[in-house]
């Protein structure tokens, strides 16, 4: 408690605070054993009983202290990358698109010719969703891409969009069984779009951020069969590129042939 409120509270004005504040409170020796009300569903951490002792005396009761050690704040180094991202993007001719990582069954898996055999159809799922439409964390952009792609059908072709944003992956080896990966993901539509033409975007922005690249002959299910690769970054897979497989398209009831790559940021730092 004095650690984090920077001054000795005796355990009679403790228990005077939380009481007035509706928690009941019994004490044995140095111990409190404090009960919130049934309505506070927002406790999570005994920390948060500590705020609702400050809350309840007042800010203005403590004396303030001036900061002991001088920080500036500055962008991590992954997003410093990411916003060079956008910006080479948005110069190559892309129109940047913000989507919400949670999305839906159909349009995650189904739409995109994702079966149980695939490693991509393993995804983070919601318990109790309220909405089938975001009952699971997305794995890769493209299905978000192409959900804006679907709904443009009577914009003016050539369609270039992009987005940076973050995924969800299974990892069994982190602390939460997730990780999060933030990736750039690219899709060109128009009559003549091609594995080529995505292609020279992604030499052009790899050209801008001096990273050397290569790409490998891979086979997917979203892809057409001989028109898909994977990007890698010495021998580290970060990504695909490739021609959306047609039924992919009918399933989106998109018109116009489609070309996309998508690649994690981290291993370009």
Not at 110 to 138: A, F, G, P, Y
Request: with cysteine; proline share 5%; aromatic share 8%.
């Amino acid at each position: 408690m004095a650690a984090a409120l920077g001054t000795e509270l005796s355990m009679k004005e403790i228990r005077s605070s939380l009481t007035s504040y509706g928690h009941a409170v019994t004490s044995a020796g140095e111990t409190l054993t404090v009960t919130p009300p049934a309505y506070r569903n927002d406790l999570m951490h005994p920390v948060d009983i500590i705020e609702d002792v400050a809350i309840s005396r007042g800010y203005a009761s403590f004396s303030p202290i001036m900061p002991s050690a001088f920080t500036v704040g500055s962008l991590t180094r992954i997003e410093q990358l990411s916003d060079k991202v956008r910006e080479l993007m948005v110069g190559f001719g892309f129109q940047e698109i913000v989507s919400n990582i949670l999305g839906s069954k159909e349009d995650l898996l189904q739409k995109m010719r994702l079966t149980s055999q695939e490693q991509e159809s393993r995804v983070i799922e919601i318990d109790n969703v309220m909405s089938q439409s975001v009952e699971m964390l997305r794995q890769w952009i493209l299905p978000s891409l192409l959900r804006v792609e679907a709904t443009s059908s009577r914009s003016f072709y050539p369609h270039f969009l992009f987005e940076v944003g973050e995924v969800a992956i299974l990892d069994v080896s982190a602390e939460t069984g997730s990780r999060t990966e933030l990736r750039l993901s690219a899709l060109c539509a128009h009559a003549g779009a091609s594995f080529s033409e995505c292609h020279s975007f992604l030499e052009l922005l790899c050209f801008y951020l001096n990273k050397a690249y290569r790409l490998q002959p891979n086979s997917h299910p979203s892809f057409l069969e001989g028109r898909v690769a994977q990007i890698l970054v010495g021998d580290q897979p970060i990504g695909l590129i490739g021609e959306l497989h047609p039924e992919v398209l009918e399933r989106w009831q998109i018109s116009m042939p489609c070309s996309m790559f998508e690649l994690t940021l981290q291993p370009l730092l």
